[in-house]
């Protein structure tokens, strides 16, 4: 196993002024404030201080909030009703912890430039920027980091028949384009998900984690967003509920391929993923 996957180069991004590094990778944890999120919908809506609290003290580094769920066959909801779930959680959450970083997860402009003035710090977007073509031209205005996944059609239609001749090569090349055009417009602060199971079959899923080393030609850090999904369940032939082995599995193995952010359900899972597998490169 090579040393130099995990700890290859300095890695860092700026979060409103202050640098967030990425020499060892981070936890991104999931503050869903959606009834209908594919597994936790509606448990944190009225406790999300308490969820924010302990994701915090089990170890993670940014919390990803989001008001809209993008699980498979959902319906995409319009701006105004989603900054009303998010906007004024994203502000107490600054209020209690203002040492932690916020990130906005969301595929409408509109959303992402209140998010970023209400006190976020990063645009997470499933649709790198194909759902409303003003986000990119708002991410490169704010100047704020910028997640760019890939995905193959929308959440209403993305798992009905997708199709890829070489899906490592035509995401790798898909996100490739998209930074390009960002660097053009002045965005470098940029992070890439392969989008695990939007717009993909569960062969497509394994073949993108089994080469997921090829992803570091873009020279960009690599975010995975695994937790609990039908990739597990359906090969486990399991449920979210008990899909936390699975995802712990996933994120190990991404780890070694060189992930530096892990967006995660469960916080204390993924910092034990990342301190075995740490311990283990650097001996």
Request: proline share 5%.
């Amino acid at each position: 196993m090579p040393k130099d996957t995990f700890f290859s180069e300095k890695i860092s991004i700026c979060c409103r002024g202050t640098l967030l590094n990425l020499d060892e990778p981070l936890i991104m944890g999931i503050l869903n404030l959606t009834p209908d999120s594919f597994y936790d919908g509606g448990l944190h809506s009225d406790n999300y201080l308490r969820q924010v609290e302990k994701m915090i003290t089990e170890g993670a580094s940014i919390i990803d909030v989001g008001g809209q769920s993008t699980r498979p066959g959902a319906i995409k909801l319009n701006p105004d009703e989603e900054k009303k779930r998010i906007l004024p959680a994203i502000e107490k959450i600054i209020q209690k912890f203002p040492k932690y970083t916020i990130s906005v997860d969301t595929f409408w402009s509109d959303v992402a430039e209140s998010a970023i003035e209400s006190g976020a710090a990063i645009i997470n977007d499933i649709s790198g920027g194909e759902f409303d073509h003003k986000m990119l031209d708002t991410v490169a205005k704010l100047k704020v980091p910028y997640i760019v996944m890939h995905t193959q059609g929308s959440p209403e239609n993305m798992q009905l028949n997708p199709v890829y001749t070489d899906v490592v090569k035509e995401v790798c090349f898909s996100l490739a384009s998209k930074i390009e055009k960002m660097k053009l417009l002045g965005i470098n602060d940029v992070l890439i998900d392969p989008g695990f199971g939007f717009g993909k079959k569960i062969e497509h899923n394994y073949a993108l984690l089994h080469h997921l080393e090829h992803f570091n030609i873009l020279e960009k850090p690599i975010l995975i967003g695994v937790s609990r999904k039908s990739m597990i369940n359906k090969l486990l032939y399991t449920q979210p509920k008990n899909a936390l082995n699975g995802t712990s599995i996933i994120h190990t193995l991404s780890l070694i391929k060189g992930a530096k952010i892990l967006r995660v359900h469960d916080v204390k899972e993924a910092a034990e993923a990342i301190k075995i597998v740490k311990y283990m490169q650097k001996n």
